[in-house]
């Protein structure tokens, strides 16, 4: 990633210090974290999706290592200890065994475990999955062999949940009860009753499975959630992550629904360490950035020197969340880190009797 945290100032330093530092657990365990290198892509990513999707912007797409992980968390989270579950990018054009190959290796190297990103129709689970250190799936709509109309978002793409993840991973990750880090595709996200009940056949049918719902269902807007969550509160495997969702009535809505112990901390870092704000309008969301990319709404004229990170935003909508619904240091524990160390726990023990 280009310029990395560039732009972080005394004013960034402040926010954390005043809003965070008391706020946020010693330990923070962040579930959604994309690492991925440079010479892992095997071809030329489209202009069309340089253009809207984020994390191919000519900025970010250059790679984000371990490394440049730590020295975001060092910078971001001064004092903090701050852990990660990793997997790599999930896009069309990356050598997928690269991808997960790297992932295995920082996750030997550093003691952490890892998310296998699976080709669709992945038939036979790759050797030494868990020596690897991975704990689970990642798998992605985008992966799917699709022809988009011209006029879609490739983040859009309307396939099936069952698409793009094979019934070996299903069953799989049922026999060892790992997890499965689901973003869900269609235009109309859990608004749209196929997904809902996609995701309701997985529940019921894989009951071992660890289902987190990747962004809580990329309900960045309240209008994405407040009604299919009444389809998703009553599933005991069912959890959601955080991952740039930048408003607090999603998250309250999540908390006071679903209730905190199904709430995953996580950024989606590298694009969390950019500076904006993912914000709703007319039950839309848009990203705002303060530098002016294809896929944000930005201005080169106004002076916008006051923005911060989304990670901060991340965390700032969490906290106004948990706040109002007067929750103790015990649940903002259980979100910033339990949540997900408890998931990682009980997988390796599963395994370790398996
Ligand atoms: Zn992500």
């Not at 490394?67 to 989270?77: E, W, Y």
């Not at 049918?205 to 269902?217: P, Q, R, S, T």
Request: glycine share 4%; with cysteine.
């Amino acid at each position: 990633m280009k310029n990395l945290l560039k732009e972080f100032s005394e004013a960034d330093l402040k926010i954390f210090k005043e809003e965070f530092n008391d706020f946020l657990p010693k330990k923070i365990l962040d579930s959604h974290i994309h690492l991925w290198k440079k010479e892992f892509f095997k071809e030329e990513i489209s202009i069309d999706k340089q253009k809207t999707n984020p994390f191919a912007d000519k900025d970010i797409i250059d790679g984000f290592t371990f490394s440049d992980f730590k020295f975001v968390a060092n910078k971001l989270f001064p004092n903090k200890i701050y852990e990660g579950l990793f997997f790599g990018l999930p896009i069309k054009e990356i050598n997928l065994q690269m991808a997960n190959k790297y992932i295995s290796n920082v996750c030997m190297e550093n003691n952490c475990y890892g998310l296998y990103i699976p080709e669709p129709n992945l038939k036979n689970i790759p050797e030494d999955f868990f020596k690897n250190r991975f704990i689970g799936f990642k798998p992605y709509p985008d992966l799917v062999e699709y022809k988009m109309p011209t006029d879609f978002s490739e983040l859009d793409i309307d396939v099936s949940i069952f698409d793009f993840i094979s019934k070996k991973v299903l069953e799989f990750s049922e026999e060892n009860g790992l997890m499965l880090l689901i973003h869900i595709p269609r235009k109309n996200r859990l608004n749209d009753k196929r997904n809902i009940e996609e995701i309701s056949t997985i529940a019921t049918k894989y009951k071992n499975i660890k289902i987190i719902l990747a962004h809580a269902g990329r309900s960045y807007c309240y209008s994405d959630i407040k009604d299919s969550i009444n389809y998703l509160k009553d599933f005991k495997n069912l959890y959601v992550d955080t991952a740039m969702i930048n408003n607090f009535s999603v998250n309250k809505l999540l908390i006071k629904e679903l209730g905190p112990e199904k709430i995953l901390y996580g950024s989606d870092l590298a694009i969390a360490a950019l500076k904006g704000k993912n914000i709703e309008i007319n039950n839309k969301h848009y990203f705002v950035t303060n530098v002016p990319h294809s896929w944000s709404l930005s201005s080169s004229e106004m002076n916008l020197d006051n923005f911060t990170y989304f990670i901060y935003e991340i965390i700032g909508a969490i906290k106004i969340a948990v706040k109002s619904l007067n929750l103790g240091k015990e649940d903002i524990e259980n979100i910033f880190y339990l949540n997900t160390k408890r998931l990682i726990d009980d997988i390796l023990y599963s395994i370790s009797k398996n």
